[in-house]
């Protein structure tokens, strides 16, 4: 008995869509509770209905609920988790929501383990054995369960349909094969099984056949993304080798320049301090015999001075300013100019080699098999060619911004909308991006509603919450946006503003080709108008996107 209280505790407390304990329990609005992953990936899968329903008493919501822990049965679960009957698993004997139930049994039913198409109803092992034990029941066909055993019977004369009408290509008991259907092309389901069986072979058989041929691309692919991360692994090991050497040879060159600069500067400044000396030595002396002349010009004694004048009137030989040459601030000026003129011709050397680089690495052909781009498009017709379909992705979606028309249309609204938290979201600006990543040449049309509304391109790692610089659409290095303003355009990208003037139209074309760098927008009406074009490099693939004013809207055209 006791045994039996545990497994009915745990049944309890189990999802009924994984059949676990619940994690993370959660409660809808009907009461019923579930596991928080489970009951939001079931949902998840309704978003384009916009209509969520509880799995069990199918009662549905609108909008989405939100859905919160709820506590206190997680602490039961947990509770229940420390007996230790989390290790004990469900018996596998018993139907689950997504097994065929046995129709004979009483209580909790078990799982059918066969459908017999007589008798139109499941049978678990125990209920289905007269079938193996009865000759009543021998000539009964017995099928994996089913839960669409009526589907097999016909509605009007309550018989198991047993023919098929090639006429209506449609399933018919024998009733009707003499009834409405009589003279129709008729034959057993057995046989027309075993002709579409053979029709089935042979297009097994050719899909086998194209797995075969897609396999063996995958395997070139495979072989060609060795070869070509092999190849790119080499040419950044010799070129980071080479701009080694070269950054070496700079450093050494930097070094010797700087060496020879000091030791000139150094035998400049010992000869300056050398003649410094010297004349200083002579100032020495000359204030020395200044002296003595001063003191023999006040003395009284005719004799004294007339004796000693004549030895003191002698003076050594002086070193004449006039041989002394300065150039002030201009001693090493040539030098500067001369390392200036390296540093131009380098740069100059420099810039041409990445030209030249950057051209090669644009030339390099992943696939040789792959023809050559073809050129820009110019009317619309050849644009049509790259169209593309881009729906857009709830989980980026602003919660002021309602999506529709299968997830192609944005309206800008005063509700907020009960979407549930996803690290993708635009947080701060009314954004939505695309759930397609585009690449290669793409074309897509908006039609937009309103007095302001944002077409834009951005890389996916574009930050969904903080500053204008770091989100909104063209503030920043990671997006491109058209400002469609009244009756205005202005382009925008790392928050520079360039005004666009065209036609104005609610229509606006987007050509984007990846790897060219190339993205254009038109202004569309019976004729196609470029507003701007940008030549770039684009290191990421890029999301379309929309930023909508108030009460606004813009939607991506389905084009034909």
């Given at each position: ?82 007996t230790g009957l989390q290790a004990a698993p469900a018996d596998p004997c018993y139907a ?160 010797d320049v700087k060496q020879q600069l000091r030791s000139q500067q150094q035998t400049e ?292």
């Amino acid at each position: 008995m006791a045994q039996k209280e545990v497994h009915l505790d745990r049944e309890t407390f189990s999802c009924s869509i994984c059949l676990d304990l619940l994690k993370d329990p959660v409660t809808v609005p009907c009461g019923h509770s579930y596991c928080m992953s489970c009951i939001q990936t079931l949902w998840d899968t309704e978003d384009e209905k916009r209509v969520y329903s509880c799995p069990q008493c199918r009662k549905s919501f609108t909008p989405r609920p939100v859905l919160e822990k709820n506590t206190m049965l997680a602490a039961l679960v947990e509770e229940l988790k420390k007996t230790g009957l989390q290790a004990a698993p469900a018996d596998p004997c018993y139907a689950g929501p997504e097994d065929v139930a046995c129709d004979f049994c009483t209580g909790r039913k078990l799982k059918a383990c066969k459908s017999c198409l007589q008798c139109l109803a499941s049978y678990c092992d125990k209920h289905l054995q007269p079938h193996y034990e009865s000759s009543t029941f021998k000539k009964h066909a017995l099928v994996e369960p089913s839960k669409t055993l009526q589907e097999k019977v016909c509605s009007r004369h309550d018989e198991v349909m047993k023919m098929f009408c090639r006429t209506d290509q449609q399933s018919i008991c024998y009733l009707c094969s003499v009834d409405q259907h009589k003279g129709h092309d008729t034959v057993s389901a057995a046989a027309e099984r075993t002709e579409r069986q053979r029709e089935l072979e042979g297009r097994r058989a050719n899909i086998q056949q194209r797995i075969q041929d897609r396999e063996k691309d995958v395997e070139l692919l495979q072989q060609e993304l060795e070869a070509i991360n092999g190849s790119a692994d080499k040419a950044v090991e010799h070129s980071e080798k080479m701009f080694t050497e070269l950054i070496h040879l700079m450093e050494k060159r930097r070094s010797d320049v700087k060496q020879q600069l000091r030791s000139q500067q150094q035998t400049e400044v010992s000869g300056v301090k050398e003649l410094q000396e010297k004349l200083e030595q002579e100032i020495t002396e000359l204030k020395r015999k200044d002296a003595e002349l001063h003191k023999l010009s006040h003395t009284q004694d005719h004799v004294h001075f007339l004796h000693h004048y004549p030895s003191l009137s002698a003076l050594s030989p002086s070193t004449h300013s006039s041989s002394i040459k300065t150039r002030p601030l201009t001693y090493f000026e040539d030098v500067n100019k001369a390392v200036s003129q390296v540093r131009e011709k380098l740069q100059d050397v420099l810039t041409e080699g990445w030209t030249n680089i950057s051209h090669t690495l644009t030339e390099v052909d992943v696939l040789l098999s792959q023809p050559r781009p073809e050129p820009e498009p110019k009317t619309r017709a050849e644009f049509l060619k790259y169209s593309c379909d881009i729906t857009l992705d709830p989980n980026t979606a602003h919660t002021l911004l309602l999506l529709s028309e299968g997830n192609r249309k944005a309206t800008q609204i005063n509700q907020p909308q009960s979407y549930p938290h996803h690290p993708d979201r635009f947080t701060d600006w009314c954004q939505v991006l695309s759930r397609e990543s585009l690449t290669g040449r793409c074309y897509w049309e908006v039609e937009k509603r309103g007095d302001r509304v944002i077409i834009a391109v951005s890389y996916k790692n574009i930050s969904r919450a903080g500053s204008l610089d770091e989100c909104f659409f063209g503030a920043n290095g990671k997006s491109w946006a058209l400002i469609c303003d009244n009756n205005s355009f202005y382009f925008i990208h790392n928050n520079v503003s360039t005004p666009v003037s065209g036609p104005q139209s609610s229509r606006v074309g987007v050509y984007l080709d990846h790897r060219a760098g190339i993205l254009s927008f038109y202004s569309v009406s019976e004729t196609m108008t470029l507003l701007h074009r940008v030549q770039t490099t684009f290191t990421q693939p890029l999301h379309a996107g929309l930023w909508i004013g108030y009460g606004d809207s813009a939607e991506f055209v389905k084009l034909k």
